[in-house]
């Protein structure tokens, strides 16, 4: 026995949602709908009733809660009570992670397995219908005709007038093919061979506890670990800790191609732009938090090089409110920091990257608010 369907394909979900809605307002009998993927509302669209996966899933988060909970109660407080820090000994509490990983756990595969079943669907199953061959990137609504009551040129009609890129008349066998019949033989081969594999295995391992197991691959199982400052003849250089090849960069220190002398100073102050915002509060008082550490001492709180270490018989450093230092670029005063200048040692180890840009900001400021000598 077969029966007429009319098939109306789609490009996009709206036009199919919106077919599927036209369609039950007419009372045209829907018997499916195909998707590249799951489509929103269109299960109320198709009057489908609501799914119960739902129920399966908290069906199964109950049941992995349960037998969470009762299976460590048993081993804590009944197969081995162990006594730690004088709590009790069926402290729920403490079971409650494992409780929780057991109930999603268990909650998953009933919903999977779940929906597996209802739908029929096994490994290796074959699709059937149009779904193999339009769900790749097209939407299809089908309509059964049912004899007289439905009107066939009215409902292609419909599909056009909902942009429908085709639309057609299918003759479909609503007898179910036979099932192929199965190689049982072959079966029966496959389950003897597994049979003798794992009484060969049993054989060869043995079960005899005073004579230890065939081991394979035994190195690494028992691999010797290296110290990290210890020797290793099979090494390179004799050493466990290599030393960096040439060329390497640290990761997030890229390298700074210049040099300790004024041309190159000079370069930096053309090449090199302060990264930070001026305007960022919070990278403003970092930067005066790392001046007050580190520069206070010598250039003095205003900058104007009157820090407790010039008070004390050191050659105070120049003023950062004097004209030389007003005309200095960013990536000038940062390769001083950086490389040094004159009686200043270089700061690279001392304050990271990032600091003496904040610190070059805090300059700045101070060169705003004060005033030249």
Known sequence: ?????????????????????????????????????????????????????????????????????????????????????????????????????????????????????????????????????VTDDEFVLMIEARGAATDTEAVLQLFQSHHAICTEEDDEDETAPEPPARNWRRWNWVLGGLLAVTVLMNWTLGSDPSRPNAEFLPEMVRGVAGESFGVHAELPRGMVMQTPEPGVIARGQMPLHYQATPKDAERAGEELTNPLDGNDARWQARGAAVYANTCQVCHGASGKGDGPVSQRGIPPPPSYLAEKALKMKDGQMFHVLTFGQVNMASYAAQVSREDRWAVILHLRKLQKTGAAP
């Open 1 to 133: 026995m077969s029966r007429r369907l009319l098939v109306g394909t789609f490009t996009t979900e709206h036009d199919l949602l919106e077919a599927a809605r036209a369609s039950r307002e007419y009372g045209y009998p829907i018997v499916d709908a195909y998707t590249p993927y799951p489509v929103h509302g269109l299960d109320e669209a198709l009057g489908l009733k609501p799914s119960r996966l739902s129920r399966v899933c908290l069906l199964c988060g109950l049941i992995g809660v349960g037998v969470a909970m009762a299976f460590q109660q048993w081993t804590s407080a009944i197969d081995w009570p162990i006594n730690v820090g004088g709590r009790p000994f069926n402290s729920w509490p403490a079971f409650v992670p494992v409780a929780f990983e057991v109930m999603v756990l268990l909650a998953g595969f009933g919903v999977v397995f779940a929906f597996l079943g209802v739908s029929r669907l096994y490994p290796g199953k074959a699709a059937d219908g149009p779904a193999s061959a």
